[in-house]
């Protein structure tokens, strides 16, 4: 097994229990689940999801966990090893400042909150046997070798653009590769019958997501978007079961199929495009709500995009599923990290016509380069098709809300 980092130069980070920071996260989550229980329509059995999300303490361990940041990270593969898989990317401000005493200076925030969470002794990041991190952008490059030195980190290195002619074979081997990490540090090898399961969960997974989109398009005031939101990342964020998980989701469409608005819905229908947007970060849904716009569809990789993309194969041997994974994960992406953005534009535009959406607003994470050397191109062409467009370019903090307000009031007054 190569290794991707050396050993030479490790450091261990001096973590300085911080009480007031530890309080100051849990207000900022505090105040995200006060803000979603006064929503006016929320699922029956919403406190399930709740309860996987908001309790991302460590907890006990059954089986092997490992963690991972991104949306391009296979987790059928880490469930094929008989493992559980955590994402770890964090949306909590003051996690960020935490995070600060490692990444110092104009860094993503998204990068300095997960890193922050390292700091918390109760995070269940500590319980992780191995962390796998994707080559999307520098910020999560050099964080990987940062984290090395804490526990093992598996690069997953991303082809530099979607040529599947070109590079299918080279993101292959790099699955194989990552097989070969995960059976290095869990002692583990990968099974072809929990392959096979943690495909047709994907497959299920996948479904479910497609009809609570539908729902959104045909009665967006059923289910609130940063409700959606919350329900896809409790699937993610922590060790779940998934095949209750599953049952459950299936309540909510079930409830869905039977939600009657009481009146003709008026407002606003958009389509949100642009960075993660990672709990308890929903600050941009909150403000859409409250001003009276419907999130119809969204092409984040932590809402309905990040499992919209279902696994397609036509045969179930062990390689013909890695490999149908693989392209899912890789060439199914709409992530800006590969050079063409063509792929996000045509799926913006699809659900444009589809959600028979107003407008578009872009969700600009300050300090995601990525996201932001899109932003011209992604107005330009929303402008000449016609189409209302709005970027909000902002960060973790809660401080430019209002701001956020007074722009997103403008924008939609001008959809009437």
């Known amino acids: 097994m190569d290794k991707q980092f ?86 909590n401000s003051a996690a960020a400042i935490l995070g600060e005493e490692m990444f110092a200076g104009e860094i993503c925030p998204l990068a300095k909150a997960s890193f922050g969470m390292f700091m918390n002794p109760e995070s269940p990041v500590h319980q992780c046997d191995a962390l796998i991190m994707p080559t999307s952008c520098d910020a999560k490059r050099k964080m990987g070798e940062v984290l090395n030195d804490l526990k ?44 096979k399961q943690a495909v047709n969960v994907s497959r299920k997974q996948t479904a479910l997501v497609r009809e609570l989109q539908q729902f959104r398009i045909e009665k967006p005031r059923g289910l609130a978007p940063a409700d959606l939101f919350l329900i896809i990342q409790s699937g993610m964020f922590q060790p779940a079961d998934m095949d209750q998980w599953l049952y459950e989701t299936e309540k909510v469409v079930a409830e869905l199929k039977e939600f009657k608005d009481e009146r003709k819905n008026l407002r606003p ?73 063509t792929t996000r534009l045509n799926r913006i535009k699809d659900l444009l016509e589809t959600a028979r959406a107003d407008g578009v607003v872009n969700y600009s994470l300050r300090l995601c380069q990525l996201f932001d050397m899109e932003t011209f191109r992604l107005e330009k062409t929303m402008k000449a098709n016609k189409i209302s467009f709005l970027n909000l370019r902002t960060d973790y903090s809660l401080e430019d809300t209002e701001q956020l307000r007074v722009r997103i009031e403008a924008f939609l007054e001008t959809l009437y």
């Open 6 to 91: 050396t050993e030479t130069e490790k450091l261990i980070p001096d973590f300085v229990e911080n009480p007031g920071n530890l309080k100051r996260q849990k207000f900022i989550e505090d105040e995200q689940k006060r803000m979603q229980r006064e929503l006016p329509q929320r699922p029956a059995n919403i406190e399930y999801f709740e309860n996987l999300l908001y309790h991302r303490k460590a907890s006990s361990k059954p089986r092997p966990r490992v963690g991972y940041f991104c949306n391009m990270i296979p987790r059928e593969v880490i469930w094929a090893m008989g493992a559980d898989a955590v994402r770890l990317d964090c949306g």
């Open 152 to 195: 093992p980190v598996f690069m997953y290195n991303l082809p530099p653009e979607q040529n599947h002619a070109r590079f299918a074979q080279q993101a292959y081997k790099e699955t194989l590769r990552l097989i070969g990490f995960l059976k290095k540090h869990l002692k583990t090898r990968l099974s072809g019958k929990l392959l």
């Open 269 to 341: 229908r958009l389509v949100l495009t642009g960075a993660p947007m990672v709990w308890p970060n929903f600050k941009v849904l909150n403000v859409l709500e409250e001003c009276g716009a419907d999130v119809v569809a969204d092409t984040l990789c932590t809402g309905a995009q990040s499992c919209f993309d279902p696994i397609i194969t036509g045969e179930h041997g062990k390689t013909a599923l890695l490999r149908a994974i693989t392209n899912k994960y890789v060439f199914a992406s709409i992530c800006p990290c590969f050079i063409s953005q």
